[in-house]
């Protein structure tokens, strides 16, 4: 145990949900200004940013399955070390095929090793720990997501993509030979034989879709917020200064709420029900306030979409680590991780699509609606329980 009182064997299990989510954010945040690294039109800057979700969305459930068949640890550590090859390959060849290969490897590599992380933090803690130790690694990831434009913007001026490749690459190994000197193996349980038609059973399971439903929502408003409250200010006529402030401040509010909420969990003072259902409603009360205009509105929005967030994420996976069988446990992370990236990606698409036909404020309205559906849905039940 170290002095922080969190045990030696989770510090590099936070490292690794940091390094994904700078591996994400840091290179997505600074493709768009340097055409002369291979970003040469909008097209091609899509597909790049596509390659590295798209990825996950395939691949996370199989590599949280093999997880579950030959241990999370070999499959972190494969994974970290995949992540730091595909990121030399950018680094040595520097040229605009590479840079597709190397950020497709660099999504392939995450979806292995971010499961195996989550998987990972559920099996060594007791059932009584998970809210904090949940929100202890969500806590690490917004500090990745947070950095990983300004820290990766730094980067970049300072010696091009290529530079913040080279980052990536040294930060892979780095937290892979961390990870091989403190993370104990975990072996693989074993467990029954499972049908597609078990597996579709479990994964429509109220236990495992509530919570993973409300991690894609609180995915897709934290992703709508930082894509569009930024566009939202630049109508209004604000600067980058500010509108990259609301962001920071976003990412901050998320970051500092998720290990409260993972405490207040384990100590009883939260109830998961209750934590995300108000989660929800606070989210939903921020993307509202992104209607607003001027710099009140964005910063009321920022606030309350970063604490809506911060308290669904740690819940909803706590949650569904209390719920599933050990032996399942890579598996369960990785469809939920799926979840979550779905929401990464359906939450943007959905408002974009409603702003071309009504603008940006009727995107905002729109998810707005459907998260808030949970927590109305919650209290129409509970007046009829009462009647």
């Known amino acids: 145990m170290t002095q922080t009182g969190v045990p030696h064997q989770m510090w590099p299990l936070y490292a690794a949900g940091f390094t994904t989510a700078f591996g994400a954010h840091g290179i997505a945040a600074n493709l768009g200004g340097f055409s002369d690294d291979a970003v040469t039109s909008l097209l ?25 068949r030959i241990g999370a640890r070999p499959v972190l550590l494969g994974g970290l070390i995949a992540f730091a090859l595909a990121s030399l390959v950018y680094v040595v060849a520097d040229s605009p095929g590479w840079l597709w290969t190397a950020r497709l490897g660099q999504g392939a590599a995450a979806s292995a090793f971010s499961p195996s992380a989550s998987a990972l933090v559920a099996r060594l803690n007791p059932a009584a720990k998970l809210g904090r130790v949940f ?19 730094v980067l970049v001026w300072a010696g091009g993509l290529r530079l913040l490749f080279a980052v990536l690459a ?33 994964l429509a399971d109220p236990a495992f879709l509530l919570p993973t439903a409300a991690l894609a929502g609180a995915t897709a408003a934290l992703s709508v917020g930082v894509g569009f409250l930024p566009v939202s200010g630049s109508v209004a006529g604000l600067g980058t200064v500010a509108t990259g402030a609301a962001v920071s401040v976003l990412a901050a509010c998320a970051a500092v709420v998720q290990p409260r909420a993972g405490s207040a969990l384990d100590a009883g003072r939260l109830s998961v029900r209750g934590g995300i259902l108000w989660g929800l409603a606070i989210t939903a009360a921020g993307l509202g306030c992104a209607v607003l205009p001027g710099v009140a509105g964005m910063l009321a929005a920022a606030v309350l979409i970063g ?15 209390a719920r599933t069988p050990a032996e399942r446990m890579g598996q369960t992370m990785g469809a939920a991780e799926l979840g979550r990236e779905l ?27 459907l998260l808030a559906a949970g927590p109305v849905v919650a209290v129409m039940r509970g007046l009829r329980a009462r009647a």
């Open 307 to 321: 604490v809506g967030t911060g308290l669904i994420t740690p819940l909803g996976f706590a949650a569904l680590a």
């Open 170 to 202: 040294f930060l892979g190994v780095a937290v892979a030979v961390w990870a091989a000197l403190a993370v104990p193996a975990v072996p693989p349980l074993p467990k029954a034989r499972q049908t597609v038609l078990d597996l579709a059973r479990r």
């Open 44 to 68: 091609v800057l899509g597909g790049l940013l596509a390659l590295y979700d798209g990825a996950e969305v395939l691949l996370k459930p199989l590599f949280g399955t093999l997880a579950d």
């Open 135 to 153: 929100g202890s690694y969500g806590f690490y990831k917004s500090i990745g997501y947070t950095l990983g434009p300004l820290l990766g913007g």
């Open 343 to 369: 929401g990464d990606a359906g939450g943007p698409l959905l408002v974009a699509g409603v702003a071309t036909m009504v603008g940006l404020s009727g995107g905002y309205a729109v998810l707005a609606v």
